[in-house]
């Protein structure tokens, strides 16, 4: 099954502690970019990634890391995570990131609460 | 800039009713895409339909449709014979290339309820 995965589905951690949200696709989409959800605001973009070892920021880049050193997976990394980083937090995937008719697929969310 | 605004945060009908939620956008590409994403309780994300922006024909997919007024940047989406099942977040995002990358920009989100 075409599908985008994320792990965990749910994490609670305290300031500071560094944590990783892991992302991988099976469709082999060169494509994937990382949102957080918040209430009012909509999705935001936080990176993204055009294909391996090719990523940029987005919108709310600060206080986030990511790599891309395989196609399939883009992990996002919080060094040092802060209570305002509390958040619903989307990976998805595109075919491609040059057009932009392309759908992209989401995974399942990552709801994350840092104290 | 992409900007996609929904100024209806919440709505609530009857189940059978039809409803209508309303979108926003502004962008400065000529080519772009527009499309409503679903978002039941389970939180994943659905695309419900999409819309190419060089097409003056409206979407449709079974009981979505939605009204497209380029001049206007408005962007809506109908539901007709509305179901429990639609209960959900629905968010209008538009997509273009800003700077060769793909971008895809959400609106903040109406949250819709079908009352039985």
């Known amino acids: 099954e075409a599908q985008v995965t994320q792990n965990p589905r749910y994490l609670i951690t305290v300031t500071g502690k560094k944590l990783t949200v892991t992302c991988s696709q099976n469709m082999n989409h060169e494509y994937m970019s990382w949102y957080r959800q918040d209430p009012g605001l909509g999705l935001r973009q936080i990176y993204y990634s055009m294909n391996v070892e090719v990523t940029d920021k987005g919108d709310v880049p600060e206080g986030y890391k990511v790599s891309r050193k395989e196609k399939r997976n883009f992990p996002l990394i919080l060094e040092s995570p802060s209570p305002n980083q509390t958040s619903l937090y989307f990976c998805?995937?595109?075919?491609?990131?040059?057009?932009?008719?392309?759908?992209?697929?989401f995974g399942p969310g990552t709801r994350l609460t840092v104290t | 800039a992409q900007t996609v605004t929904q100024s209806q945060p919440e709505m609530s009908v009857q189940e059978a009713e039809t409803v209508t939620l309303s979108c926003t956008y502004d962008t400065s590409e000529n080519n772009y895409y527009l499309f409503w994403y679903k978002q039941p309780p389970s939180r994943q994300m659905i695309l419900v339909i999409r819309?190419?922006?060089?097409?003056?024909q409206n979407a449709t997919e079974n009981r979505f449709s939605v009204n497209f007024q380029k001049a206007a940047k408005s962007f809506s989406l109908k539901i007709s014979d509305s179901q429990l099942g639609d209960t959900a977040m629905y968010f209008c995002?538009?997509?273009?290339?800003?700077?060769?990358?793909?971008?895809?920009?959400f609106g903040q989100g109406t949250r819709l309820t079908i009352n039985p």
């Open positions: 995002a538009s997509s273009g290339e800003i700077q060769g990358a793909q971008k895809l920009v």
């Open positions: 819309q190419e922006a060089y097409k003056q």
């Open positions: 998805a995937s595109s075919l491609s990131g040059t057009v932009s008719s392309y759908e992209q697929y």
